[in-house]
């Protein structure tokens, strides 16, 4: 017996009322990017390995899925490099290329390749797929769609504030109730880290207090020990875990804490900005949060860092981002300024599942249906189906003249809105029966007041 198919773990398939809803969520996020004025584009699904590889981190490393290089490349393989244990290297040396991590350094890439195309600042946004060799569990996936925002050209605070905004003009129009949009800056903890005497350690601390809300306060103590972080500067940082107060009292006291640190000050002024044009602007729903153990362990962020969480589900972050000051660096592009944000499509969907907040449109299916009862009807009811259809009107003719039992359960199971019922009567005065298939209701009516009531 042939064995049941299968897909790879943190992979998902789709069905047609799965692909209307996630439709529903790509539609309303791209109406707001283009609605605050950014342009779309595209990227290629996979990048050569150098221009992703080193850009994440450690552990972001270790998730990017490599490709196998093919054919005759596959013969140019290092194996003095696997002699010599230099695993990286021949890893290399047998995978060209690598399927894209997430969309921000495939675009930092797209901006110095294509700089001289592109006017600054330079407003985009790209909804794509992205894949992460991580363990797949509730809310993450190995395979999955990204919906980014970035600005590159310019250093204002502006844009920090106008992705608070978008983030606010998104969820609200998804309807999610509550959510919590959360900030803090990389200036901030680069300020921590030095206040600490552990400014060299910079990367290790924040990667280690990012994971507060998974591993908790002694796992966090626990893994800065390991890094070679001193007691004593763990004692300084630690009662920064439990940091308490509204913003203005949380920004107070880090004022004061990070007193001796001009880089931490600058992060205050910073996320103080933001916090006063955002409460001058007034939000739709979200909550606005200064969170200091927010430490996103990507090495790329310099300037702000936004989360974005959903109240009352057990979810991970729904949205996050942050500046990126020298990113196009990487690419030899100096003095590029840049921030943005992502919205993670599929947890978003999962939110919106739990909540039951999709609309009851995304789950309907075809408006309308023919029944067909046999050769006479069908030809005649092809004409019809020709005539809604260039009205604008999702409809299709049952294929043959099934039992009205199956043909009723197709139906069903298509979620279709009416069906219509033209037999040898109805042909002969040029009517047609059309049933609500929510209410049962039936009535009888012409071609063009079908038409007409469908439309409406």
């Known amino acids: 017996m042939a064995q049941k198919p299968s897909i790879p773990k943190g992979t998902r398939d789709f069905l047609p009322v799965e692909v209307a809803r996630r439709t529903y969520i790509f539609d309303t996020i791209r109406k707001a990017f283009r609605k ?44 003095e490099a696997l002699q010599n244990d230099n695993l990286p290297r021949f890893a290399n040396s047998l995978a060209e290329k690598a399927l894209r991590y997430d969309l921000t350094v495939p675009f930092a890439r797209f901006v110095v390749q294509h700089q001289n195309e592109l006017s600054f600042p330079f407003k985009r946004y790209q909804i794509q797929p992205v894949w992460r060799a991580d363990r797949p569990q509730h809310g993450r996936y190995q395979e999955f769609f990204q919906c ?27 309807k999610l109730p509550s959510f919590t949009v959360k900030l803090n800056n990389r200036k901030i903890l680069s300020g921590i880290a030095e206040v600490s005497g552990e400014s060299d350690k ?21 893994e ?14 630690q009662p920064l875990f439990s940091f308490s107060g509204t913003n203005a009292e949380k920004i107070s006291k880090m004022s ?23 409460q001058a602007l007034g939000l739709q729903q979200a909550e606005l949060e200064f969170d200091i153990t927010l430490a996103r362990g990507l090495n790329y962020y310099t300037g ?24 196009t660096g990487l690419f030899g592009m100096n003095d590029m ?31 309308l249906l023919f029944v067909n009862f046999g050769e006479k009807e069908q030809a005649h009811c092809m004409q019809l189906v020709y005539e809604a259809r ?8 049952y294929p043959t003249s099934a039992k009205m039992q199956k043909q009723m359960k197709y139906a069903n199971d298509r979620r279709v809105e009416f069906v219509a019922i033209v037999g040898e009567a109805e042909m002969a005065e040029n009517l047609i029966q059309l049933k609500n298939m929510e209410t049962g209701e039936q009535e009888e009516m012409s071609l063009e007041e079908m038409i007409f009531k469908l439309k409406k």
């Open 148 to 174: 980014d925002a970035d600005v590159v050209g310019s250093d204002s605070l502006i844009y920090e504030v106008e992705f608070v905004l978008l983030f606010d003009e998104i969820l609200a129009n998804l």
């Open 256 to 278: 004061n804490f990070l007193a001796q640190s001009e880089i931490g000050l600058k992060g205050i002024a910073e996320l103080q900005f933001i916090f006063d044009q955002v």
């Open 390 to 397: 260039a009205n604008d009107i999702a409809c299709e003719l």
């Open 36 to 79: 605050f004025g950014f342009s779309p584009i595209e990227t290629p699904s996979f990048e050569l390995s150098s221009t992703l590889m080193g850009k994440y981190g450690e552990e972001g490393d270790r998730l990017i899925f490599r490709v196998l290089n093919s054919g005759d490349k596959l013969k140019k393989a290092d194996l």
């Open 337 to 367: 300024s840049g921030v943005g944000i992502s919205f993670g499509a599929d947890r978003i969907y999962d939110v919106l599942t739990e909540l039951k907040l999709f609309p009851k449109e995304t789950d309907q299916g075809l408006t």
């Open 202 to 222: 910079l990367i290790d601390i924040t990667v280690a207090i990012d994971k507060l809300d998974k591993i908790g306060e002694d796992g966090v103590v626990k």
């Open 224 to 237: 800065l020990l390991e890094k070679g972080v001193s007691a004593d500067a763990i004692s300084k940082i």
């Open 304 to 327: 702000a860092i936004f989360e974005v969480k959903a109240n009352g589900v057990k979810m991970g972050s729904i949205c996050g981002g942050g500046r990126y000051d020298d990113l």
